[in-house]
């Protein structure tokens, strides 16, 4: 299995930026689609954005479709989320999330692995 860490959350005034980092570990990391996933207060986890796993392609949700860039990083082990143009509704614990499948999956339920979260906080 892989094991994820996150880390780069925090607290930003709207229109700011944050850059998320997952760290992953795992002799079959590299052949992983990889994702973020938010959960906010009350709400149920959402889908935020995936990578499949040679990193040429991606999705993202609605909701942060022009604002958030995912990448991967195979000499870090790593899978980053770049978040720009933040509003005070991306507040949520934010978490990397991993597929035994080499493609993009799109929503919760198709993640195997998941890491603990971190908090990113945007105010007005």
């Known amino acids: 299995q892989v094991q994820l860490v996150e880390s780069g959350g925090g607290l930003v005034q709207a229109g700011g930026s944050l850059r998320l980092s997952c760290a992953a570990s795992?002799?079959?990391?590299?052949?992983?689609?990889m994702g973020w996933c938010r959960q906010a207060p009350g709400k149920e986890r959402e889908f935020v954005a995936a990578i499949n796993w040679s990193g040429g392609r991606s999705y993202y949700a609605d909701s942060v479709k022009g604002r958030f860039t995912i990448s991967r990083d195979y000499a870090k082990n790593t899978v980053d989320l770049q978040m720009n143009s933040l509003k005070p509704e991306d507040t949520a614990v934010y978490y990397c999330a991993a597929r035994k499948h080499n493609t993009i999956a799109t929503t919760v339920l198709e993640y195997d692995y998941w890491g603990q979260g971190t908090q990113v906080t945007v105010s007005s």
């Open positions: 795992g002799r079959t990391y590299s052949s992983y689609a």
